[in-house]
């Protein structure tokens, strides 16, 4: 079958690649600009920027079709996605598959703008976004598979503007699947009631009555790492301050999944945009006031 988009259903394409939630892009995009300003030392190359913010959206929504595939006999039953367009028949598998395949292919040419190492490290978030969508169904980890999938894009960024990539690299892409851990956990408390009759596997489910313990638990291991990185490449008091603010921002989350509540706990992940948003800050600004420095 061709692949074509018929115009009576690119509201439903639109919706399939959650192009209309852009919170999944931005959870993805805050983490890839943290190591973008700390490779570049808060002067990142133009083209780089720009091709790496276009490909964290597209494999997003790639990532978001393939979900929605895999999960198509699934979704059905579960009261939050019954009327996605896969599960409510809007969109066929096999379109799904095209749009996806159109998606990975239009970041392919995107990256071969870049090095050949960057070039080389894509194929591994190709991979991780294609598997990820079944790990639900394998194991109760499926969000530090996600973690990994929404990380990928830190070492392939200082690939890029470093041409290689140093071990400070690896220490933001592991801060980066912990945090991937803390607020799909509390996305997956939404529906856990709906995972457990269906047989779907997550750290929600896992964790049982001490989701919130683990939960904060990964929250100090993330706060660690934050600090830990800055000692590295010697930030300074603003990134500090950032990451105080940060901090205020998790206690926050864990006031509002206390009752288990799922308006709540999607709140608590929905919430966590700014706390990426003000780390970011903290880097952005830090690197700034340097440069007036010297």
């Not at 919170?23 to 600009?33: A, E, K, Q, V």
Request: net charge positive; with cysteine.
């Amino acid at each position: 079958m061709t692949f074509q988009l018929k115009k009576e259903n690119i509201k439903a394409y639109w919706i399939l690649t959650r192009m209309h939630k852009p919170i999944g892009s931005l959870l993805l995009l805050w983490p890839m600009y943290w190591a973008l300003w700390i490779a570049s030392e808060g002067q990142p190359d133009g083209l780089v920027f720009i091709v790496f913010t276009l490909g964290v959206v597209l494999m997003r929504s790639a990532g978001c079709v393939i979900n929605d595939y895999a999960d198509r006999q699934v979704d059905p039953h579960v009261s939050r996605t019954k009327d996605r367009p896969i599960a409510s028949g809007q969109v066929k598998p096999s379109e799904a598959l095209q749009l996806f395949f159109v998606l990975i292919t239009v970041s392919a040419m995107l990256v071969l703008l870049m090095n050949t190492l960057t070039i080389w490290l894509s194929w591994g978030a190709v991979l991780l976004a294609s598997l990820y969508p079944y790990m639900k169904r394998h194991t109760h980890l499926p969000q530090v598979f996600l973690g990994m999938a929404f990380g990928w894009a830190v070492p392939m960024v200082f690939a890029a503007q470093l041409g290689n990539v140093p071990i400070i690299a690896w220490l933001v892409f592991i801060a980066t699947v912990i945090w991937a851990v803390i607020y799909d956990t509390m996305y997956a408390m939404v529906d856990r009631e709906d995972d457990l009759k269906i047989g779907v596997k997550s750290t929600a489910v896992l964790f049982g009555e001490l989701d919130k313990v683990f939960i904060g638990l990964f929250q100090l291991l993330f706060f660690a790492a934050l600090i830990l990185i800055g000692q590295k490449v010697e930030l300074g008091m603003v990134y500090y301050i950032a990451v105080f603010i940060a901090f205020l921002f998790a206690l926050y989350h864990q006031f509002l999944i206390k009752d288990r509540e799922p308006s709540k706990c999607m709140a608590a992940f929905l919430n966590n945009n700014w706390l990426g948003l003000v780390v970011f800050i903290g880097i952005a600004a830090d690197y700034a006031a340097k440069s007036l420095v010297h």
